[in-house]
């Protein structure tokens, strides 16, 4: 079944808790699962967080509080050598290798080295303006997610990114706003962005993913808009892709009670299994935008709809009346909705009982 219609990310993310062998065994259930993409992240923890930023409470839940989150993202580090490896693996194994860089030397060493295709901004630095700025500079597509956003911070977001794309001017506030409005700018951001609506909450409760705020950013954008999901379970994500996300993406983990920080909000191999095939089915069966009977409606019709028929035997000249006109299947003649007319008539010919009323 294709999957045109929306494109499904599995975000092994930090999932892999600094075993390569693990993050192998991620593309693995990903590509198995028939995942479009699977998705990483790059980062060197010294150019990420100071030695005393907390963590988030989520991460005191499932990682304790010994440790600081530097201390917590070291040991989530990958090197570039098994990157390259988990790049090359993902290629033996048909499916997309995508990873959200964190700072200058994580975009170069991706779309240098690694080559590809596109680039993640993650929630927490949609308001990173230099980040931004070189991830657009690369040229690159680029999905940005809005966790944590209003839509003003969206669009100053976009606004560098589009002079990223553009490369007029130098950067600043008010050369961000007019490559934002300008029309190169506008078309540069409609070829190559789509934006994420996200609830940036492990694992995020129901009462505060607000869907219908997809709604809301694709007619203020004007944009491709998709949905990164942090809910426990698959509904919320087959919900999306029911509204129209042209993207999924989803934690996913060999196991929910592994330690780490993403591990409880992510899917196991049979529900991320199940997650590709429902939001399959869903792009089947959305169509277009059009009410119109199919094909195999219009000869169902005949069958299952009525028409007008003589309900005893009658003669010509007779006039019309409910003593004898039936409304039976089949629905192959003149429709019910011309009853009144037929009343008002008299038979053109004879009929027997049962015979079309024409």
């Given at each position: 079944m294709s999957n045109d219609y929306c494109q499904i990310i599995a975000e092994a993310g930090v999932n892999h808790n600094g075993s390569v062998k693990r993050a192998f065994e991620l593309v693995d259930m990903a590509a198995d699962a028939g995942a479009d993409v699977v998705k990483?992240?790059?980062?060197?923890?010294?150019?990420l967080a100071t030695g005393s930023a907390p963590k988030a409470?989520?991460?005191v839940r499932q990682t304790g509080a010994e440790k600081s989150q530097a201390d917590m993202l070291r040991e989530l580090e990958l090197t570039e050598e098994e990157f390259e490896a988990l790049a090359a693996h993902c290629v033996k194994r048909d499916i997309e290798f995508m990873s959200t860089p964190f700072d200058d030397q994580s975009i170069s060493f991706l779309t240098d080295r690694l080559k590809v295709q596109r680039l993640k901004v993650s929630s927490g630095d949609v308001t990173n303006g230099p980040?931004?700025?070189?991830?657009?500079?690369t040229g690159l597509p680029i999905i940005l997610s809005s966790g944590m956003s209003t839509l003003g911070e969206l669009d100053k977001a976009l606004g560098v990114l589009a002079f990223g794309y553009i490369g007029e001017g130098k950067p600043g506030h008010e050369a961000f706003a007019n490559a934002r409005q300008s029309s190169k700018g506008q078309q540069a951001l409609l070829g190559k962005v789509t934006l994420l609506h996200c609830t940036s909450a492990y694992p995020a409760a129901l009462e505060d993913i607000n869907l219908r705020a997809m709604d809301t950013i694709e007619a203020h954008f004007g944009l491709p808009i998709g949905y990164s999901d942090h809910t426990q379970g698959i509904t919320v994500a087959i919900a999306a892709a029911a509204r129209g996300a042209t993207m999924i993406e989803k934690h996913i983990?060999?196991?929910?009670?592994l330690a780490g920080p993403d591990h409880a909000a992510s899917l196991e191999p049979d529900e991320l299994y199940a997650l590709v095939r429902s939001v399959h089915e869903v792009g089947?069966?959305?169509g277009c935008s059009e009410k119109q009977p199919t094909t195999g409606e219009l000869n169902m019709a005949k069958i299952a709809r009525r028409s007008l028929h003589a309900a005893c035997d009658i003669s010509a000249g007779d006039a019309f009346g409910p003593e004898n006109i039936a409304i039976r299947r089949p629905g192959t003649s003149r429709s019910p909705m011309d009853y009144w007319e037929v009343i008002k008539e008299k038979a053109c010919r004879n009929y027997k009982a049962e015979d079309e009323i024409d």
């Open positions: 990483f992240q790059t980062f060197r923890t010294d150019l409470n989520y991460q980040l931004l700025l070189s991830m657009a500079q983990t060999l196991d929910k009670s089947a069966c959305l």
